[in-house]
């Protein structure tokens, strides 16, 4: 199994940034797809942004597209998202995840390991 541990949420003023990563640890072989969600209060847990292993391109969420950016290091076992310009609507529990496979990055039941989650909180 894959253990997946977030960090780098906090508190953050509106138009700020963070950058959120998520460590793997576990069996050698890389997921070929990694992704973030975030949960709000209240509110279902949604699609941020995926990255796979090789090739492709990188998926974000209409939401997020031209603030985020999701890159990995394979090499430190390691996804990371940055987040510029933030917004209070970002404010959720964010969470990666890893696929083995997807034909569709965006969708949530191609995910089969999980992070416990990491708070950012985005004031006005």
């Known amino acids: 199994q894959v253990q997946l541990v977030e960090s780098g949420g906090g508190l953050v003023q509106a138009g700020g940034s963070l950058r959120l990563s998520c460590a793997a640890s576990g069996p050698t072989f890389s997921p070929y797809l990694m992704g973030w969600f975030r949960q709000a209060p209240g509110k279902e847990r949604e699609f941020v942004a995926a990255?796979?292993?090789?090739?492709?391109?990188?998926y974000y969420a209409d939401s997020v597209k031209g603030r985020f950016t999701i890159s990995r290091d394979n090499a430190k076992r390691t996804v990371y998202l940055q987040m510029n310009s933030l917004k209070p609507e970002d404010t959720a529990v964010y969470y990666c995840?890893?696929?083995?496979?997807?034909?569709?990055?965006?969708?949530?039941?191609?995910?089969?390991?999980w992070g416990q989650g990491t708070q950012v909180t985005v004031s006005s």
């Open positions: 990255i796979r292993g090789v090739g492709g391109s990188p």
């Open positions: 995840a890893s696929a083995t496979f997807a034909y569709n990055p965006t969708m949530i039941n191609n995910y089969n390991f």
